[in-house]
């Protein structure tokens, strides 16, 4: 089974408004770490947010916020004001337990190619 | 740099041949992950080093493909005998060791493109 599903392949979304990018999870770890990371057309994967599975408030930072429902087991990422500079992929990202799986390696899913339209 | 720092940028390797990529991980960065990432995909996890301990190999696909950090510093990927299917975007990325209970961001490389023709 999937650990992490992202089911938007694709998303395009017109410039200022904003944007939601799907993720759902699967760990039975009660400790784990939610990432996003943004890869352009560069190749590097540049880290937007992180959201322990113990925080009591979704994460926020700057025009990227996480809405985080534990129950359902979905870590969605929110960009408010979308930029040009924002087309790019978005990947979803889980390190289980404390330590993290193999020492805190990241699994990630299929990630979401998010294109701003001006 | 201060960032992850990976080399080269892109590798063109006729089938057969051996190849090596370079990692320069953030000076201090007890952590060193090693991804590959296929055309389409999100990366996959192949091995992990704690200074220069390989703790974890259980991502590397065959016992073709090699990873060392000798120093704790700079890691080498080697890829022998490169089949088609190792085409692939190889990311590096670095982070501090956390302590229990907290999380450190990892940091990535450009990483290297590797073409097997």
């Known amino acids: 089974a999937q650990k992490i599903t992202q089911t938007q392949p694709g998303m395009f979304v017109q410039e200022k408004e904003a944007v939601t990018l799907d993720c759902t999870y699967d760990?039975?770890?009660?400790?784990?770490?939610l990432f996003w990371y943004k890869q352009p057309s560069s190749g590097e994967m540049i880290f937007l947010i992180y959201?322990?599975?113990?925080?009591?408030q979704n994460a926020t930072e700057g025009r990227y916020s996480l809405n985080f429902q534990k129950a359902r087991k979905s870590a969605n990422l929110v960009i408010s004001a979308s930029q040009l500079g924002d087309s790019a992929m978005y990947f979803c990202?889980?390190?289980?337990?404390?330590?993290?799986?193999?020492?805190?390696?990241?699994?990630f899913g299929k990630g979401t190619k998010l294109s701003v339209k001006p | 740099g201060a960032g992850v720092s990976q080399s080269p940028r892109y590798k063109v390797a006729k089938r057969g041949q051996d190849v090596a990529l370079r990692c320069d991980p953030i000076?201090?960065?007890?952590?060193l992950f090693w991804y590959q990432q296929a055309l389409g995909q999100g990366p996959e996890f192949l091995t992990y080093?704690?200074?220069?301990?390989?703790?974890?190999k259980s991502g590397l696909p065959s016992d073709r493909f090699f990873a060392e950090r000798p120093e704790g510093s700079v890691s080498t990927l080697k890829i022998q005998r490169t089949q088609q299917e190792d085409s692939a975007v190889y990311l590096c990325a670095s982070s501090l060791l956390f302590r229990t209970g907290a999380d450190t961001e990892a940091f990535f490389g450009q990483g290297t493109r590797l073409t097997v023709v």
């Open positions: 000076s201090g960065h007890v952590s």
């Open positions: 760990t039975s770890d009660p400790s784990y770490g």
């Open positions: 959201q322990g599975s113990y925080d009591q």
């Open positions: 080093f704690q200074n220069e301990a390989q703790l974890d």
């Open positions: 990202a889980m390190r289980e337990g404390p330590l993290g799986g193999s020492q805190g390696n990241l699994i």
